[in-house]
Nanobody, 130 residues
């Protein structure tokens, strides 16, 4: 079974930083696309960032560009989301996601929101106070 477990969420003041981690198990994820999504109360789950299996192609939602950085460590089957300059608008439950599809067209579809990844973690709450 595939299992994704997020950690690192918490309460932080605006302007602060947090780093989310996602540990993957159950498969070899080196060739999988992986990413982060978030969902605020009453809203749909939205794309935040993603990285392809090579780890060289990274994608970001416009509002987090320059503030968030996604990375992956294939040796540890883990991905991370370094979040700097956090804003109250970033408050949400952050979900780690993975999918065996990782080609360019799939990645673009994920970024645009028309394609969803197949596996999900349970989420980690990030609360940014003003």
């Amino acid at each position: 079974q595939v299992q994704l477990v997020e950690s690192g969420g918490g309460l932080v003041q605006a302007g602060g930083s947090l780093r989310l981690s996602c540990a993957a198990s159950g498969r070899t994820f080196d060739a999988w696309a992986m990413g982060w999504f978030r969902q605020a109360p009453g809203k749909e789950r939205d794309f935040v960032a993603a990285v392809n299996w090579i780890g060289e192609d990274k994608y970001y939602e416009d509002s987090v560009k320059g503030r968030f950085t996604i990375s992956r460590d294939n040796a540890k089957d883990a991905i991370y989301l370094q979040m700097d300059s956090l804003k109250p608008e970033d408050t949400a439950v952050y979900f780690c996601a993975a999918d065996p599809r990782s080609g360019g067209p799939f990645m673009q579809a994920v970024v645009s929101g028309i394609q969803k990844m197949g596996y999900w973690g349970k989420g980690s709450l990030v609360t940014v106070s003003s």
